[in-house]
């Protein structure tokens, strides 16, 4: 009874292990993701003409919400 306890603590800790790696995972492919897109919208950004590529910002700036990223990109804090 002890070695099927033992197997079960083991298998336990396995399938933690394994969780832990699919979250760190899922984490890199989201920074992934996001870097990607970011770059992706700045190209854009760069083709654009003037008046399209303001009313673009002022978009993406909308969906900043954090305090600290808007001070960071030199935004106004958003009307609470």
Same mark, same amino acid.
């Given at each position: 009874? $002890?070695? /099927?306890?033992?197997? #079960?603590?083991?298998?336990?800790?396995?399938?933690? !292990?394994?969780? $832990? &790696? $699919?979250? &760190? *995972?899922?984490?890199?492919?989201? &920074?992934?993701?996001? !870097?990607?897109?970011?770059? $992706?919208?700045?190209?854009?950004?760069?083709? *654009?003409? @003037? @008046? &399209?590529?303001?009313?673009?910002?002022?978009?993406?700036?909308?969906? #900043? /919400?954090?305090?600290? @990223?808007?001070?960071?990109?030199? *935004?106004?804090?958003?009307?609470?």
């Amino acid at each position: 009874m $002890a070695d /099927i306890g033992t197997q #079960i603590k083991q298998t336990r800790q396995k399938l933690r !292990v394994l969780q $832990a &790696k $699919a979250q &760190k *995972l899922r984490r890199e492919d989201d &920074k992934r993701l996001k !870097v990607l897109y970011g770059v $992706a919208s700045l190209a854009l950004l760069k083709d *654009l003409p @003037d @008046d &399209k590529r303001q009313s673009t910002l002022d978009r993406l700036h909308s969906k #900043i /919400i954090r305090e600290n @990223d808007r001070e960071f990109l030199g *935004l106004p804090p958003l009307d609470e």
